[in-house]
């Protein structure tokens, strides 16, 4: 059966970009007569809010997509979380990592909007080193990507924007596995929950195209099955930036308060290119 999901943070107000791709995501699980799921990733307890994950909803229910319920919060799966960490660590795939983000600005350049790859400070440190500091140190725990890589092989998924793509962890180098402050990272609780949910389209835009590569090599080192992706172009304010949260003017929430209709917006929605350039959305003056 294929089972798409939309995977939402809580840490604002949805926009019409999110819009799309549950649309896209809920088109796709319907016309194979298959499952459409809902997962808000809140494993950031101090940036999600509550509020955010009941507007979520109540934005999906008014644009007419219905989701299997219960819908699964991310924050209740920090045991599965823990496990694969684990179970990468024993592989000798890890390290800790002491750096601040500011230690890595230091080293690492990279062009203006891009977080900078990891220059490995802490891969260089000796094992019992680096166990000794651990004890005592808050730490990150890296992916020791090149040792991964080696591991897994030559991999590959297939994409419904770029056909069958090579994956090349190493463009995003040693992520971050586990935070220092909340002890895991969302490319890990991302690749373990899609197995888990049986995930078999992962419907998202282009803006984490990236992030597949990493998360492609984790599902391998994790033996864990190759879900479908499609990245879909984004969309954009009037004057061409990138659409955010925090521009609450350009939430679902204030088209609904305007009294645009949701189905009505869905159905605007289905009729866009799933492909092609990022644009702005034409709506009808309501
Ligand atoms: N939670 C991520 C976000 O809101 C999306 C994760 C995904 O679709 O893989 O940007």
């Given at each position: 059966m294929l089972i798409s999901r939309f995977a939402p943070s809580p840490t604002g107000l949805l926009h019409l970009g999110h819009a799309w791709s549950a649309v896209l995501a809920h088109n796709r699980a319907r016309a194979a007569g298959g499952q459409f799921l809902l997962r808000i990733e809140d494993i950031d307890g101090d940036r999600c809010r509550p509020q955010f994950v009941e507007a979520i909803v109540a934005d999906l229910r008014w644009l007419g997509l219905d989701f299997a319920e219960p819908f699964l919060l991310q924050s209740t799966r920090r045991p599965a979380h823990a496990a694969a960490l684990r179970q990468l660590a024993e592989a000798g795939l890890t390290y800790p990592c002491f750096c601040t983000r500011a230690d890595i600005a230091a080293v690492a350049s990279a062009p203006h909007g891009v977080a900078p790859v990891y220059p490995g400070t802490c891969r260089a440190l000796a094992q019992d080193v680096a166990a000794a500091r651990a004890e005592r140190e808050q730490h990150a725990i890296r992916l020791a990507v090149d040792r991964a890589v080696d591991r897994a092989g030559r991999l590959v998924w297939e994409d419904s924007l770029a056909g069958e793509v090579l994956a090349q962890p190493e463009l995003t180098g040693?992520?971050?596995?586990?935070?220092?402050?909340?002890?895991?990272g969302y490319m890990l609780a991302a690749v373990v929950d899609d197995g888990f949910q049986g995930v078999t389209d992962v419907v998202r835009g282009r803006d984490l195209f990236d992030s597949t590569h990493v998360q492609r090599l984790l599902q391998a080192l994790l033996g864990l099955p190759v879900p479908r992706y499609h990245h879909h172009p984004l969309l954009l304010a009037a004057d061409g930036r990138r659409l955010a949260k925090r521009d609450r003017s350009e939430a679902l929430a204030a088209l609904r308060a305007r009294g645009v209709s949701g189905p009505g917006l869905a159905d605007r929605l289905r009729r866009e290119a799933p492909f092609g350039p990022d644009r702005v959305l034409q709506l009808d003056p309501v």
């Open positions: 040693d992520i971050v596995l586990a935070r220092r402050d909340i002890g895991v």
